[in-house]
């Protein structure tokens, strides 16, 4: 055992050089333990993250999901739950009707083909004549 009532050399200083070396142990880390500053990717001149999704795409994909799921049903369901602004749920309300009628008149699979197409020349014809307007429900 250490002399002076000290467990381990350096004891004595007492608590506040402990904190001192913790805090000085952390500074200017990242969250992952490195540098806090650019990516690596960034300072080597790399490029940034991928650009993202164009909202007619986004659109075309969230409408033509939701159509194949409410073409058999009898519903189409709360378009908040589904992600769905007023205008995409007003483009999958059209488009499920027209599907159902081609479904009727051709099957399933020409059924989905026109969901396919419907979404997408819809929602870039929404987004090309101004898209979401002002508030929650565009």
Do not use: F
């Amino acid at each position: 055992m250490a002399t002076g009532g000290a467990l381990w050399p350096g004891a004595a200083l007492g608590p506040a050089l402990l904190i001192g070396v913790l805090v000085t142990g952390c500074a200017g880390t990242g969250p992952t333990g490195g540098t806090a500053g650019p990516s690596t990717t960034a300072r080597a001149g790399g490029s940034p993250s991928p650009s993202a999704t164009p909202p007619e795409d986004l659109c075309a994909k969230l409408v033509t999901h939701w159509s194949l799921e409410v073409l058999d049903g009898d519903t189409y369901g709360d378009y908040q739950s589904m992600g769905l602004s007023n205008g995409q749920y007003d483009i999958l309300r059209e488009v499920v009707d027209e599907a159902r009628a081609e479904k009727k008149r051709a099957g399933s699979a020409a059924a989905r083909r026109l969901i396919e197409r419907r979404a997408r020349a819809d929602c870039q014809e929404w987004y090309r004549s101004g898209g979401p307007g002002e508030g929650p429900w565009g």
